[in-house]
């Protein structure tokens, strides 16, 4: 059974003026084009340096989103072998790569119709705006939603511009929100289908090494992937939650697999677009392997680029790609996908 789409008037509701909402797309829809190599800055500022190492000088700054051109990698022969050596060339200098994302622009067809059990997407422009709405309080800005972030699409309709919008609806709170259709490609069931079933699950398991930061998939003891991690920063306080930000050593097991996961309090941003707010919408590919009150797992990473150094609060933060693939390959297998998928799964050894 599907949701046909329909043409209820958002433009009606409530008597709803948009005059003084900005529903214009950030980027013009047109055809494909080649934008080049785009980095979007992940936290409040950047530096510009004049040359590629922390002593130089300060040129200018990159601010929260903004997207800037990146000309071409490098790492400077005396970065220090403790620190990340990946910088960017930009416009008038050079940024280190910890805190660009690198993004892309990609319109999609919409979708006409939903599944009743919703759509697996994920967002294919560098972000998306997501609105809520009201009869009290008309439009309210909401959450960001960033490259490469997972979300499920429940329905689809005419938007405030005139447009295909998607609803979205995540696990953590019961409010939806809408974002242009065209900003997110559904995901197909082959596209997640499961790596080799043919193992048996025993047979499989993860190594994360700490202080390498590095971690390592095996099939009957022999590597089949192996990837840079950021895992967490110890404490030297107590945390106000009382969770420690350390990542646990030990054996343990998956036991939880959802394909997007909102991590964060759930709470609705309520016009006020505070993006230093602890909301992460929609982490995609993600595996819980610890105790259910700590909520320690494995999954994709879109706020940094600076894997291979501790950067979490006890998580281990992985490369979309890389946290794509441990998805398909881990056990308990979530497909087709579905919101939260339970079981004894594949053993994780952390040390």
């Known amino acids: 059974m599907s949701k046909n789409l329909s043409r209820r008037d958002f433009l009606k509701l409530g008597g709803l ?22 980095g979007r800055v992940t936290i409040s500022e950047v530096d510009v340096y004049g040359e590629p190492r922390d002593g130089a000088e300060i040129v200018g700054k990159r601010y929260r989103d903004q997207l800037v051109q990146i000309y071409y990698e490098l790492e400077p022969p005396d970065a220090p072998v403790f620190y990340n050596k990946l910088w960017y060339r930009v416009w008038g200098g050079y940024i280190h790569s910890s805190y660009l994302q690198k993004v892309d622009i990609n319109f999609n067809k919409p979708l006409t119709e939903i599944n009743e059990l919703g759509q697996l997407a994920e967002v294919t422009v560098p972000y998306s705006q997501s609105y809520t709405y009201s009869q009290f309080d008309g439009w309210q800005v909401e959450y960001r939603l960033y490259y490469e972030t997972t979300h499920w699409i429940t329905d689809v309709d005419q938007g405030p511009d005139g447009r295909v919008w998607y609803q979205l609806t995540d696990e953590l709170q019961p409010w939806s929100y809408w974002v242009p259709a065209d900003h997110l490609r559904p995901i197909s069931a082959e596209e997640i289908a499961p790596i080799t079933q043919d193992i048996p699950a025993a047979e499989k398991h993860i190594e994360v090494d700490l202080a ?40 343990f097991n998956i036991y939880s697999k959802m394909p997007s996961k909102h991590m964060g309090d759930g709470r609705l941003m309520q016009g006020d677009l505070n993006l230093d707010a602890y909301e992460l919408v929609g982490v995609p590919w993600t595996m819980f392997f610890h105790r259910l009150d700590t909520g320690y797992a494995l999954h994709g990473t879109y706020w940094h680029n600076n894997f291979g150094w501790q950067m979490s609060h006890g998580c281990i933060n992985l490369r979309n790609d890389d946290a794509k693939w441990l998805f398909r390959w881990t056990t308990p297998v979530n497909h087709p996908a579905e919101v939260e998928k339970n079981g004894f799964g ?3 050894i952390i040390y």
């Open 17 to 38: 003026s948009l005059g003084s909402l900005a529903f214009t797309p950030f980027v013009p829809r047109t055809e494909v084009q080649d934008y080049g190599n785009l």
């Open 346 to 348: 594949t053993r994780v």
């Open 212 to 251: 390498r930061q590095t971690l390592v998939a095996y099939e009957q003891n022999q590597v089949v992937f192996q990837t840079r991690v950021s895992t967490g920063i110890p404490s030297s306080r107590p945390t106000s939650n009382g969770i420690p930000t350390e990542t646990p050593k030990g054996s």
